[in-house]
C-alpha cells in the first residue's frame, strides 16, 4: 500500500513562495495519477492540481492557474506544487493524493478517483 508524505509547509506572506513536496513509498508511484488538495477552515476539501502518471498532462483549479505548477520525479517517487505570488486566501493545509493504478487521463481532477492521502501540511499566507 502506497504512503504519502508532505512536506514544505510554512508561514508566508503575501507574493511568496513555498515549494510543496509528496514522497511516496510502500508500492508503485509512476502508475498513479497523482494530486494536491486543500481544506480551509470551514470549507469542503477542494482539488487543487493533478498530473497524470507520466507528468505528460496537468489539470489546475481556476484560483491557481498561472500560479502553481504540478510536477513529478517518478525515479524519486515525489510529486510536488510550486506555489508562487501566495495570496492570503491559499491559507489551507494542503493533501497529497494518489489515485488507484493506471486510470484514464480524465480521471486527474476526479476527487473520487483520488483513494490514498497524505496527513497534510498547513500553509498559512499573512497579508
Known amino acids: 500500500q502506497v504512503q504519502l508524505v508532505e512536506s514544505g509547509g510554512g508561514l508566508v506572506q503575501a507574493g511568496d513562495s513555498l515549494r510543496l513536496s509528496c514522497a511516496a513509498s510502500?508500492?508503485?508511484?509512476?502508475?498513479?495519477?497523482m494530486g494536491w488538495f486543500r481544506q480551509a477552515p470551514g470549507k469542503e476539501r477542494e482539488f487543487v492540481a493533478g498530473i497524470s502518471w507520466s507528468g505528460g498532462s496537468t489539470v489546475y483549479v481556476d484560483s491557481v492557474k498561472g500560479r502553481f505548477t504540478i510536477s513529478r520525479d517518478n525515479a524519486k517517487n515525489t510529486v510536488y506544487l510550486q506555489m508562487n505570488s501566495l495570496k492570503p486566501e491559499d491559507t489551507a493545509v494542503y493533501y497529497c493524493a494518489a489515485q488507484i493504478p493506471f486510470q484514464p487521463l480524465g480521471s486527474i481532477n476526479r476527487g473520487p478517483n483520488y483513494r490514498i492521502w497524505g496527513q497534510g501540511t498547513q500553509v498559512t499566507v499573512s497579508s
Open positions: 510502500g508500492g508503485t508511484f509512476s502508475n498513479r495519477h
